[in-house]
């Protein structure tokens, strides 16, 4: 079956950074567009970030831009998200999603507190 299972969340600094990852498994990766999205406290889930995986096409919500990067290893089924220049606001649990033939599939989620 799909599995997804994000990791690499934690507690950082105002303007620290983090990198997480979200290993997959149970469909074909390459193929698949991959997508972060998060969830703050109160609020509805947003979408951060997507890879298309045909294309290697990637783009960005506006809050992040430029500060996160979107990344994909075809070899090992993962992909990860380098966030930099880390903001309070960016505090939220992290969720790691495939598209792959019209189907969603979600992680777990993974926490990531930005608080000095």
């Known amino acids: 079956q799909v599995q997804l299972v994000e990791s690499g969340g934690g507690l950082v600094q105002p303007g620290g950074s983090l990198r997480l990852s979200c290993a997959t498994s149970g469909f074909t990766f390459r193929l698949a567009t991959m997508s972060w999205y998060r969830q703050a406290p109160g609020k509805q889930r947003e979408w951060v970030a997507r890879h298309r995986g045909s294309t290697n096409y990637a783009d960005y919500a506006d809050s992040v831009r430029g500060r996160f990067t979107i990344s994909r290893d075809n070899t090992k089924n993962t992909v990860y998200l380098q966030m930099n220049n880390l903001k309070p606001e960016d505090t939220a649990v992290y969720y790691c999603?495939?598209?792959?033939?019209?189907?969603?599939?979600w992680g777990q989620g993974t926490q990531v507190t930005v608080s000095s």
């Open positions: 999603k495939a598209t792959f033939v019209r189907t969603d599939y």
